[in-house]
């Protein structure tokens, strides 16, 4: 079975610059995730879908930050523009619903951007 | 705030040791827990969950949960250096919020 596929891996660009990054989940996993990783931090939600509708958007900054999930299967995440501090590593999650709790969470290989 | 604390580290042990890494959470409420290992440069990679008090046992790790004491730790037996990585505590509410907060996570270091 395949994973949770990222890209790109690497992405470098200058401050005040847009950038997306896109996320293709496991077959058949509903919930989708995207979190931010500081160095030396653990993973931070930003928003969750639940097929196409986005659930909890509470941590994304939006101003700068936008997401969609058309399908309910792939997802872009965007930042216009994007400032220093967003320099870190973008990680994409995915989810099948289980009932009751939290479900296991198969993360994605990340997008490391560097924002100088 | 949500909050959940690991020990940073370096925690380091020798090869064939038992290495135990250590996580407290703040809301008590609290009803799922996951170990995840992260290598270096690599995304967080799922070793355990646990929902209930007590043990849960695969392999060479055991998850223990102790929500009285709002307490998850993770022992690895005959640790290999290639268990070395940073291990992240997650904790997620009951119902239906989904919502995981990670620690910051302990590096481990198994010396050969």
């Known amino acids: 079975e395949a994973g949770v596929v990222q890209s790109p891996r690497y992405k470098i660009i200058e401050k005040k610059q847009p950038v997306a990054f896109w996320c293709n989940p496991i077959s058949g996993h509903n919930t989708l995730y995207w979190y931010l990783q500081n160095l030396g931090q653990g993973p931070e939600l930003l928003i969750r879908?639940?097929?196409?509708?986005?659930?909890?958007d509470s941590q994304l900054p939006k101003d700068r930050f936008s997401a969609e999930r058309l399908k309910g299967v792939d997802s872009t995440l965007k930042i216009q523009p994007a400032e220093l501090g967003d320099s870190a590593v973008y990680l994409c999650?995915?989810?099948?619903?289980?009932?009751?709790?939290?479900?296991?969470?198969?993360f994605g290989p990340g997008t490391r951007l560097t924002v100088l | 705030q949500k909050e959940v604390e690991q020990n940073s580290g370096p925690l380091s042990v020798p090869e064939g040791a038992i290495a135990s890494l250590n996580c407290t959470y703040s809301?008590?409420?609290?009803?799922?827990f996951f170990w995840y290992r992260q290598y270096s440069g690599k995304s967080p990679e799922l070793i355990m969950s646990i929902y209930s008090n007590g043990d849960k046992e695969d392999g060479r790790f055991t998850a223990q949960l102790n929500k009285a004491s709002q307490y998850v730790s993770l022992l690895i037996r005959d640790s290999q250096p290639s268990d070395s990585a940073t291990y992240l505590c997650a904790v997620g509410p009951g119902g239906s919020n989904y919502k995981l907060t990670f620690g910051k996570g302990t590096l481990l270091t198994v010396n050969p």
């Open positions: 879908y639940e097929n196409e509708e986005a659930v909890d």
């Open positions: 809301d008590r409420g609290s009803q799922s």
């Open positions: 999650a995915s989810s099948f619903p289980t009932g009751g709790g939290a479900d296991t969470q198969y």
